[in-house]
C-alpha cells in the first residue's frame, strides 16, 4: 500500500511538471512568432500559422513516441515502471486482438477531432488571455465532461453536479474579471471562451476514451492514431495556408522557434500519457478526478508566479480561487456514476459541431493578441492602420528577413515608410525580432546600469522604453545603479544563468564619463550575457576619443551583444567591435508605441534647444514672425514635477512630464534627439536639427528619411522656415 502511494504521487508531481512545460514551452514558442510581426491583419494569419505548427508537431511528435513505447520488449517496460500497458492477451482462434482495431470509425473521428481541436484551443488561448486565467477555466474540465455525460445520455443531472456548477462559474467569473482587469478587453474574453471549449471538447474525448477496454495498452494504441490523424489533419491545413501566402511561408522559416516547439511537444506527449495510462493505476477514479483539478489549480498557479502574466491580485481573486475549488469538492465527493454511455454517432455529430465552431471561429474572427509590456498610465498602442497593405510582394518579402542573423537589412522598410505611426510600428517589430532571440526563455533576471536621474527627459524616456522591453520578456529589474557608475555595487548580486546585464542606451560608445561603469560591470558579470542597449557611437569627435578602450572591454567578454540605434555606429562598431555581436536596432524610447493624448495646444511652435557640449553654439537663433507663438527653451526640470513612491515610479512622472510638455505644440523644433522621437511617438509634426555629433541626421536617415511629418534640418534658420510650412498644413487640417 505505502508502495502504491509512493507511486502515485510521483506519478502526479510528473503529470504536473510536465503539464506546466507542455503549456509554458508552447506559449513562449507561439509568443515568439508572434513578436516578429506587427500589424493587425500579419499578426493574425502568423498567429494562426504560429498555433497549428505548435499544434501539428505535438501531434506528430505524441504519435512517434507513443509508437516507440509501444515497441519496447516487456522488460524494458517493467524496469522504466511502465508496466501498466501489458499487451492483451485476449485470444481468438489463437491469435491476440489487437484492441485499437475494434475502435469503430465514429470513434475514430470523435477522438481525433475532439483532440485536436481541444489542444489547437488550449494553445490560442494562451495569446488572449493570462496563461493562469486558462488554466482556471480549464480546472473544472471533469465537471464539464459529468455534465456533458449525463446530457447525452438523457441521464438525470445529480443534485450535487446541479450544486457544484453554479458555484464554480461564479468562482470562474470572479476569478478571470478581477486577476487582471487591464486584460479585460475583446481579447481576453475571446481567450476565455476557447479554454472553455477546450473543456467541452476534451470531455467529448474523455468520453469517447472510457467507452475503449480498460487496458492501457488499448488506450495507449489510441492516443498514438488519433495523434497521428491530427498531425496529418494540420499538416494539411499548414501547408494550404502558408502555400496561400510566399511570404508567411518565409517568416515562419526565419523565426527560431524549433527548440521551443519540439520542448512543448515532448513535454505534451508525456503528460498525456501519464494522465491517461499510468494515473490511474495507482489513483482511484475519485481520486484521479482530484488529482486533475489540482494539477491544474497548481498549474495555473506556477504561471501566475513564475510567468507572472497577470498584473494585479486582489483580495476578490483568491476568495474566487477558493469558490472554484469548493464548487470542484462538491461535485467530487459523490463519486462518478457508472452509466452506460451514449451511442457513438451522439458525440460524434456534437464533436463535429464544435469542430466546425472553431475552425469558423479562427477563419472569420481572430483578434489581435493585448499589446504587453506597456508599463506606462497614458494609452500607449498600435493604430489598427496596416502600413504592409500597399506593399509590393517583393517589398513584403522584406518582413522575412531574420534580422538577428541579418542586422544590415534591419531598416529596409523602415526607410521607406511615409507616416509616423507606421515607422513607430516597424521599429516595435524591428526591437522584438532582435530582443526574442537575445533574451532566451530562461532568462528572468536583469541587471540596469548607468541609469541616468538628471532632469533630461529624453534619458527618462529612454528608461521606460527599456523597462517596457524587460518587462516584455518577463525579465525583473534586480539591481539598477546610476551613472557614472561609481557608486554601483555588484557585491550581492547573485551571477546566475537566468541574470542578464544592460547597460542604459542613452550616451554615447566612446564617450570617457561612461567608461569606469562599462569596465567594472562588464567585469563583474563575466560568465553572464551583456546587453547594451541601442545607443550611438560619437567617435571620432571631442572628447569622444576612448572607442579603442570600450573595444578592448567589451572584447575579451564572451557573450556581449552591442545594439546600435543608426547606420553609422552600426558600421562603426562592426569595424571596431569584431569580437561582438552587433545589431542595427531602433532607440529604446519606440518601445512606448504611438501615444495619444486628447490636449490642446498652447503654442504654435515649442522649441527644445540644448545648451550643452553638443550644440552648435555658432548658429544664432532666427527672427520669429509675428502672429506666431514660440516657446524656446530647453527640458524645465521642475516643471510638472512630482515625486513618486520610488525611484522608477518618479523617473516615470518626470519622463511624461515631458511628454506633456511638447503636447502643447502644434509643431516642435529641436536639436535633442529624444525629444524628436517623443513627438514621433506623440504624432506631432517636427522638425529636428544636427548637433555636433550629427546623431540626430544618422538617426533619422537611417529609419526616417521619408517622413512627410518630419523634417531634418542643418541651421535653426531651416529648421524655422521648414517648421512654418508644417504649421500651415496642420492648421489648413483643423
Known amino acids: ?115 485536436v481541436m481541444a489542444t489547437l484551443c488550449t494553445n490560442a488561448s494562451f495569446l488572449f488571455t493570462a496563461p493562469s486565467i486558462t488554466f482556471m477555466v480549464k480546472s473544472f474540465e471533469p465537471l464539464t465532461t459529468a455534465l456533458l455525460s449525463c446530457l447525452m445520455t438523457g441521464s438525470k443531472i445529480e443534485t450535487h453536479i446541479i450544486i457544484s456548477l453554479p458555484i464554480v462559474t461564479a468562482g470562474c467569473i470572479g476569478f478571470t474579471t478581477t486577476t487582471d482587469l487591464e486584460m479585460a478587453t475583446s481579447s481576453s474574453h475571446f481567450g476565455i471562451a476557447l479554454a472553455f471549449l477546450s473543456n467541452v471538447l476534451l470531455g467529448l474525448r474523455n468520453i469517447a476514451l472510457k467507452q475503449q477496454t480498460d487496458k492501457a495498452d488499448t488506450r495507449l494504441r489510441c492516443l498514438a492514431s488519433m495523434s497521428l490523424n491530427s498531425a496529418v489533419f494540420l499538416g494539411m491545413g499548414l501547408v494550404i495556408h502558408l502555400i496561400r501566402s510566399t511570404y508567411l511561408l518565409k517568416m515562419m522559416m526565419s523565426v527560431n522557434g524549433a527548440q521551443l516547439i519540439i520542448l512543448s511537444s515532448c513535454f505534451h506527449v508525456i503528460y498525456t500519457f501519464i494522465s491517461t495510462c499510468i494515473v490511474l493505476r495507482y489513483i482511484s477514479v475519485v481520486g484521479h478526478a482530484l488529482a486533475n483539478l489540482m494539477k491544474r489549480i497548481l498549474v495555473a498557479l506556477a ?49 463535429l459541431v464544435l469542430t466546425l465552431t472553431v475552425v469558423a471561429m479562427t ?143 542613452a550616451g554615447y560608445i566612446g564617450h570617457p564619463a561612461h567608461l569606469p561603469v562599462v569596465r567594472k560591470a562588464v567585469h563583474e558579470f563575466q560568465n553572464n550575457r551583456v546587453i547594451m542597449f541601442p545607443t550611438s557611437v560619437c567617435h571620432p569627435i571631442h572628447p569622444c576619443v576612448n572607442i579603442s578602450q570600450f573595444a578592448k572591454i567589451y572584447g575579451i567578454h564572451k557573450d556581449c ?41 498652447v503654442y ?44 522608477f515610479e518618479s523617473h516615470q512622472l518626470h519622463a511624461f512630464s515631458g511628454v506633456l510638455f511638447l503636447a502643447r505644440a502644434r509643431v516642435i523644433i529641436t536639436d535633442r534627439l529624444h525629444a524628436h522621437l517623443i513627438s514621433t511617438l506623440l504624432g506631432k509634426p517636427n522638425v529636428v536639427i544636427n548637433s555636433r555629433t550629427k546623431k540626430q541626421s544618422n538617426y533619422y536617415m537611417t529609419w526616417e528619411r521619408k517622413l512627410t511629418n518630419s523634417y531634418l534640418a542643418n541651421t535653426q534658420s531651416e529648421a524655422l522656415r521648414k517648421a512654418l510650412i508644417l504649421l500651415r498644413k496642420h492648421k489648413q487640417t483643423q
Open 363 to 505: 477563419t472569420i474572427y481572430i483578434p489581435a493578441p493585448p499589446t504587453k509590456g506597456n508599463p506606462q498610465d497614458v494609452e500607449s498602442h498600435s493604430d489598427h492602420h496596416d502600413p504592409y497593405q500597399n506593399m509590393t510582394d517583393n517589398d513584403r518579402n522584406l518582413l522575412t528577413v531574420n534580422l538577428f542573423e541579418n542586422p544590415n537589412k534591419a531598416n529596409w522598410l523602415s526607410e521607406n515608410l511615409h507616416k509616423q505611426e507606421d515607422v513607430v510600428n516597424e521599429a516595435i517589430r524591428v526591437q522584438n525580432m532582435i530582443f526574442s532571440n537575445v533574451i532566451q526563455p530562461h532568462h528572468k533576471k536583469a541587471v540596469l546600469v548607468n541609469v541616468f536621474e538628471w532632469v533630461n527627459k529624453g534619458d527618462q524616456f529612454i528608461t521606460i522604453g527599456e523597462r517596457t522591453i524587460l518587462q516584455r520578456y518577463n525579465l525583473s529589474i534586480v539591481y539598477y545603479c546610476f551613472y557614472p557608475g561609481d557608486k554601483c555595487d555588484f557585491s550581492k548580486i547573485p551571477r546566475t544563468k537566468d541574470t542578464i546585464l544592460f547597460i542604459q542606451g
Open 303 to 351: 504561471f501566475f508566479v513564475i510567468v507572472h502574466q497577470t498584473s494585479s491580485t486582489t483580495v476578490t481573486s483568491w476568495i474566487s480561487l477558493c469558490v472554484i475549488i469548493i464548487g470542484l469538492v462538491i461535485y467530487i465527493l459523490p463519486g462518478f456514476t457508472n452509466r452506460k454511455l451514449c451511442e457513438n454517432q451522439q458525440h460524434l455529430w456534437l464533436t
Open 1 to 115: 500500500m505505502g508502495e502504491k502511494i509512493w507511486k502515485g504521487l510521483t506519478a502526479f508531481i510528473l503529470w504536473t511538471s510536465f503539464s506546466f512545460g507542455a503549456h509554458y514551452y508552447a506559449r513562449t514558442a507561439i509568443l515568439r512568432y508572434v513578436n516578429s510581426e506587427t500589424g493587425q491583419n500579419h499578426v493574425s494569419r502568423v498567429t494562426q500559422a504560429a498555433v497549428v505548427m505548435v499544434t501539428m508537431c505535438q501531434m506528430a511528435i505524441g504519435s512517434l513516441m507513443l509508437n516507440v513505447v509501444l515497441k519496447l520488449p516487456r522488460a524494458m517496460r517493467s524496469w522504466c515502471g511502465l508496466d501498466v500497458y501489458s499487451v492483451d492477451t485476449s485470444k481468438s482462434n489463437g491469435k491476440s486482438k489487437d484492441s485499437a482495431a475494434m475502435v469503430s470509425i465514429g470513434q475514430k473521428v470523435t477522438l481525433t477531432c475532439s483532440h
Open 561 to 601: 551583444h552591442i545594439m546600435l540605434r543608426d547606420k553609422p555606429s552600426y558600421e562603426m562598431a562592426k569595424h571596431y567591435f569584431k569580437k561582438n555581436r552587433n545589431y542595427l536596432v531602433p532607440d529604446s524610447a519606440f518601445a512606448v508605441g504611438n501615444i495619444r493624448l486628447n490636449l490642446l495646444p
Open 604 to 647: 504654435d511652435i515649442v522649441w527644445i534647444k540644448r545648451n550643452d557640449w553638443e550644440a552648435n553654439k555658432a548658429d544664432p537663433l532666427p527672427e520669429f514672425p509675428p502672429g506666431i507663438t514660440i516657446q524656446v527653451t530647453d527640458w524645465i526640470g521642475d516643471w510638472m514635477k512630482q515625486s513618486g513612491k520610488d525611484f
